[in-house]
């Protein structure tokens, strides 16, 4: 679930441009073939695709590398990579109107949201955001996702939830607002169909928040720190600790729960660098409801989450 309270118009910067070439058929065709219950109609998809990987700065990460505390990166060479298949059928039947399918994904459009046709003009964008945060984690969607927008929430101020059990999302939007932001959640929503994947719905559903929702704002990185002006977590999380942010984690949504999404990621940065991978998957399966702190740092890592805290405010600040 994302919870959005919008900061200045300053920080909400041009989203990234990602590379890639997806398949989006007409809406009519699809429209029809869900009615009927048929079977939908392949289309030709590239086989490889060049991108840029994730080592490859843009200039402004370059610019901002000595502020992050990391060494300049160096530019990496382009790399073939294979486009994931398409995932035949069709996912779950949502409130509103089908508008576009494309590889993996099905979007749906209600009343007084986006309009139809911008979201299917951004459909094969959707699907290139979940290719990148697949990049990101590591880890690839297996089943079918249907995303549907709406203009009214469930809960004031809440702007994306993931169904994982379902196969599904949905975004709330009015007409006229940032459909490049709407973007952004989606990929952070997706991120958590890929927390399922990866880790398996009843984890999933017992995971720590600090972890549950920190690890899916990460896996948006790509788009969502650049909406920040920031290269990197720990360099947001200076940011923020400059605008008087307090870095603390199990109270961060006192703060507002994006600045709490944030901070989270930030700390979900830092767990992967200094304890790796193995450890951190570990530790989010470890989860025993959704409390912050309710993981099992200390049998895990070795450490209380008050010690691990300690170390990542020393990391952010040094």
Known sequence: MLRIAYRPIALLLCTVALVGLIAVRPLSTYAEAARAGRALPRASAPA??????????????????????????????????????????AGPRMRGELVAQTERLDLYVGKSTFSPNQIKALSAKFERVLRAAEDQFGTTLKHRVSIGFYRTPPKKGVRGMAYTSEARVELYYRPGEDTGR????????????????????????????????????????????????????????????????PLRLTTAERS?????????????????????????????????????????????????????????????TQ
Not at 73 to 78: E, G, H, K, V
């Open 48 to 89: 490889a695709l060049r991108v840029w990987p994730a080592s490859h700065p843009s200039r402004a990460q370059l610019r901002r590398a000595e502020t992050a505390g990391f060494p300049a990166p160096a530019r990496a060479a382009p790399v073939v990579k294979q486009v994931p298949a398409r995932i035949e059928g």
């Open 182 to 245: 709407a973007v952004t959640i989606a990929m952070h929503e997706l991120g958590h169909h890929l927390e399922a994947q990866r880790y398996g719905e009843a984890a999933q559903r017992r995971a720590d928040t600090i972890l549950h929702e920190g690890l899916a704002t990460w896996i948006a990185s790509i788009r969502w720190l650049d909406q920040c002006d920031a290269s990197s977590w720990r360099e947001r999380a200076r940011q923020l600790r400059g605008a008087g942010i």
């Open 256 to 316: 507002g729960a994006d600045n709490a999404y944030e901070l989270w990621a930030s700390f979900v940065d830092y767990l992967t660098r200094q304890y790796g991978w193995k450890k951190f998957d570990a530790l989010y399966a470890s989860g025993r409801g959704r409390a912050p702190g309710s993981a099992s740092y200390q049998k895990v890592l070795g450490k209380s989450l008050d010690e691990l805290a300690d170390e990542w405010r020393a990391w952010v």
